[in-house]
T-cell receptor, first 111, second 111 residues
Framework: QQQVKQSPQSLIVQKGGISIINCAYE??????FPWYQQFPGKGPALLIA?????SEKKEGRFTISFNKSAKQFSLHIMDSQPGDSATYFC??????????FGSGTQLTVLP | NAGVTQTPKFQVLKTGQSMTLQCAQD?????MSWYRQDPGMGLRLIHY???????DQGEVPNGYNVSRSTTEDFPLRLLSAAPSQTSVYFC??????????FGPGTRLTVL
């Protein structure tokens, strides 16, 4: 049972374009929604995170949009760069403070 | 700070063998977790600990044991390795309700 569904599985974007990755969750008890970035051969690293009391959070070129009623959240990468090429995971955390991950999106930014 | 360290980086086992994956952190984090990463499935929680002497099961605990005798260490034991346990294993640590820091991973192959 996958409690966090992520799409698309892969994404190819031109340099300077906007990358958008979407996630949907089922458990309304989740109260923390981080995005992790993973480069090949490395462990995931926190990119940006949001709590459900706000609808948007922006850090540099990265923005999370959050829709509590729809139980959806998304990551937007503005002005995508080749160095952004990586696998991105959305996740959700509940009261037990354990993460449930989406299946991942492999982003390729073409130069 | 070394952060989260994992050993070994690579391991090949035969079916039925046992082994221990080591994880250590030097950040005095209360929470530690083990995840496995399989293609197309994101990261799935195996076991976690909220402090020394306290452990609990995650989503996929079967075939794995853990213990937490110190704050720093959280080893994962495979009791009798099976091909289905071929995966990349990540250890993570965090303060209560804070960002999770991941180790570099252990790539395990079971023949």
């Amino acid at each position: 049972q996958q409690q966090v569904k992520q799409s698309p599985q892969s994404l190819i974007v031109q340099k300077g374009g906007i990358s958008i990755i979407n996630c949907a969750y089922e458990n309304t008890a989740f109260d923390y929604f981080p995005w992790y970035q993973q480069f090949p051969g490395k462990g995931p690293a926190l990119l940006i995170a949001i709590r459900p009391d706000v609808s948007e959070k922006k850090e540099g070129r990265f923005t999370i949009s959050f829709n509590k009623s729809a139980k959806q959240f998304s990551l937007h990468i503005m002005d995508s760069q080749p160095g952004d090429s990586a696998t991105y995971f959305c996740a959700a955390e509940g009261s037990a403070r354990q993460l449930t991950f989406g299946s991942g999106t492999q982003l390729t930014v073409l130069p | 700070n070394a952060g989260v360290t994992q050993t070994p980086k690579f391991q090949v086992l035969k079916t039925g063998q046992s082994m221990t994956l080591q994880c250590a952190q030097d950040m005095n984090h209360e929470y530690m977790s083990w995840y496995r990463q399989d293609p197309g499935m994101g990261l799935r929680l195996i076991h976690y600990s909220v402090g020394a002497g306290i452990t609990d099961q995650g989503e996929v605990p079967n075939g794995y044991n853990v213990s937490r005798s110190t704050t720093e260490d959280f080893p994962l034991r495979l009791l009798s390795a099976a091909p289905s346990q071929t995966s990349v294993y990540f250890c993570a640590s965090s303060l209560r309700g804070d960002e999770q820091f991941f180790g570099p991973g252990t790539r395990l192959t079971v023949l």
